[in-house]
């Protein structure tokens, strides 16, 4: 059974960061693509980025790709994401998912509030 | 950035009660290699999403085949044919042949 479990979340301070990761099991962690998705408190959903199976490349959405950093350890199966500067508009539910999109974390949850 | 919408933002249908959701692209989503990213996911209450197609019509493991997806280019449908009370949630369509990849803003499926 594909697990995909997300922790880091929390309440946080504006222009702080924050790692969260996403520790996989259950298949070829190493064989695939993974991205990053959040879900605002409206439900908006917004694709982040993604990162390459061994690595050696990303994508991002551009408004996004100055601050965050997705990165990834297969010998830990773990996705990681990292949010630099945060702004009260990244209050969101963040979520690791495959890039074929078949099997999503539980999703962690971040405010960001003074 | 390629953009998705959605119709309707609410759904309300009566169970047994067969509905359709339609998903427009700004630009065609076919790609070079010849396939169509285009996906279909439900969001239950207090759940992560779920995808339910992928490339257009295919159903996702574990799927029931009341639901069916349809559509290219530019214009999608996801069709569920006899609503059923665990079908309630937030739908969403999304693309991936163009990054960054985009979802549309989602609809509400209520049961009457």
């Known amino acids: 059974e594909v697990q995909l479990v997300e922790s880091g979340g929390g309440l946080v301070q504006p222009g702080t960061s924050l790692k969260f990761s996403c520790v996989a099991a259950?298949?070829?962690?190493?064989?695939?693509?993974m991205s990053w998705v959040r879900q605002t408190p409206g439900k908006t959903m917004e694709w982040i980025g993604d990162?390459?199976?061994?690595?050696?490349?990303?994508n991002y959405a551009p408004s996004l790709k100055n601050r965050f950093t997705i990165s990834r350890d297969n010998a830990k199966t773990t996705l990681y994401l990292q949010m630099s500067n945060v702004r009260s508009e990244d209050t969101a539910t963040y979520y690791c998912?495959?890039?074929?999109?078949?099997?999503w974390g539980q999703g962690v949850m971040v405010t960001v509030s003074s | 950035d390629v953009v998705l919408t959605q119709t309707p933002s609410i759904l309300s249908a009566t169970l047994g009660q067969s509905v359709s959701i339609s998903c427009r692209s700004s630009?065609?989503?076919?790609?070079?290699?010849?396939?169509?990213?285009l996906y279909w996911f439900l969001q239950r209450p207090g759940q992560s999403p779920q995808r339910l197609i992928y490339?257009?019509?295919n159903l996702g493991s574990g799927v029931p085949n009341r639901f069916s997806g349809s559509g290219s280019g530019t214009d999608f449908t996801l069709k569920i044919s006899g609503v059923e009370a665990e079908d309630l949630g937030l739908y969403y369509c999304?693309?991936?042949?163009?990054?960054?990849?985009?979802f549309g803003s989602g609809t509400k499926l209520e049961i009457k």
């Open positions: 998912t495959t890039n074929y999109f078949d099997d």
């Open positions: 259950g298949f070829t962690f190493s064989d695939y693509w």
């Open positions: 990162i390459k199976y061994d690595g050696s490349y990303t």
């Open positions: 630009q065609s989503l076919l790609d070079s290699d010849g396939n169509t990213y």
């Open positions: 490339l257009v019509s």
């Open positions: 999304m693309q991936a042949t163009h990054a960054p990849f985009t």
